[in-house]
């Protein structure tokens, strides 16, 4: 599966774009987040070199596949990046699942969401997608809430290979949600 190239998300507040290598800083400090560590997962990211292969290896490379994958998310405003958020095409799943992580200090302001339904926008609208699932730890209750706020609904658990864990399963129809992200 390859998505067309195209348009990125767009929102009020953020920009996205594809991530560089000179995001490792950035990257490191997501990915040593203890959250990121206990939702997602211990990619062994501990220093700016480690940083830069993953991007490479992970997000660059899913791009280069897919066209799709973990935009950058940055704040208008300042240009800084405050997460990722985007589409990561998974062998196990059916449909394309949306995925976002956003560093400590911008949890709580609406970014993730803002984000989130910037990528279901852009999912429907120019990618042509009817349907998206998503994934969240067991535990990870403020992700489901935010999954269930956008229009995902609960699916039941799957086991998947790839993270080699269970995970909550939601399922969105996009076209019955409201696109407008305002």
């Not at 970014?111 to 730890?137: N, Q």
């Amino acid at each position: 599966m390859k998505f067309p190239v195209g348009s990125l998300p767009k929102c009020d507040r953020l920009n996205f774009r594809l991530p560089s290598l000179d995001d490792a800083v950035f990257y490191l400090q997501l990915m040593k987040d203890p959250d990121y560590i206990r939702f997602i997962a211990d990619n062994g990211i501990t220093s700016e070199e480690k940083a830069r292969e993953y991007i490479k290896d992970k997000p660059l490379a899913r791009f280069a596949q897919f066209n799709v994958g973990l935009w950058v998310v940055e704040l208008k405003e300042t240009g800084q990046a405050a997460g990722v958020c985007g589409l990561v095409v998974r062998d196990e799943l059916e449909y394309p699942d949306l995925g976002y992580a956003f560093l400590e200090e911008f949890r709580g302001r609406g970014i993730a969401r803002e984000a989130a339904r910037a990528v279901l926008e852009h999912s429907y609208l120019d990618l042509k997608l009817e349907k998206l699932c998503a994934i969240t730890a067991p535990d990870n209750k403020r992700s489901a809430d935010l999954l269930k706020k956008i229009g995902f609904k609960a699916q039941g658990q799957r086991l998947l290979n790839e993270i080699g864990e269970t995970s909550d399963y939601f399922i969105c129809e996009l076209g019955s949600v409201s696109t407008n992200v305002s």
